[in-house]
């Protein structure tokens, strides 16, 4: 905890400028280039980014504007993010009845509306029981399977373990 983690992952999405120093992200500059990297990336920051008083569908809806997706892709892609998260038969409930695990997959699933180039998770099993700890990574390992570049911040050891490379943060600095 206080390592750096979220505040470079923060730097990488462009939600906070870089102090000193430079960052690309896919191939994007992050502070003279933050629209194209925006566009590039899906995130699920470790704290809910969902209205739980709308609908998942109206939550898919409200980011489909965001991302910019046409009446077409958005209706394409909110009926493949709410199969992909086994959520199409909730579709129409208010968040707020949803456990964890079912919002985190919601968030996810949010993430990848606009087939991102790479995917950041800020320590997206925060919170979430071994059930829902499962899910989430069976559908991140999918992902990583399909191609997809994942970004994950954690500080539970058998995560970053299940990882292709580990970086160890300490005070800001990559020290290993």
Request: proline share 3%; hydrophobic share 40%; glycine share 8%.
């Amino acid at each position: 905890n206080g390592a750096g983690k979220s505040t470079s992952l923060h730097m990488f999405t462009t939600i906070v400028k870089p102090t000193s120093g430079t960052a690309k992200v896919a191939g994007f500059d992050v502070t003279s280039q933050a629209a194209a990297v925006r566009a590039s990336i899906g995130v699920v920051f470790q704290e809910p980014a969902l209205d739980e008083r709308l609908t998942a569908r109206e939550n898919l809806e409200i980011h489909a504007v965001l991302y910019g997706l046409n009446h077409k892709q958005t209706k394409e892609a909110i009926a493949h993010a709410l199969e992909w998260s086994d959520l199409s038969s909730v579709a129409q409930r208010p968040l707020r009845i949803f456990s964890g695990g079912m919002k985190r997959r919601l968030e996810l699933a949010r993430s990848l509306m606009h087939t991102p180039k790479l995917l950041f998770l800020d320590e997206p099993t925060l919170g979430l029981d071994p059930q829902g700890r499962i899910h989430l990574w069976e559908r991140v390992q999918g992902l990583r399977e399909a191609g997809l570049t994942v970004f994950m911040t954690t500080h539970y050891l058998q995560e970053a373990e299940s990882c292709d490379r580990v970086g160890i943060m300490d005070k800001g600095q990559l020290i290993a």
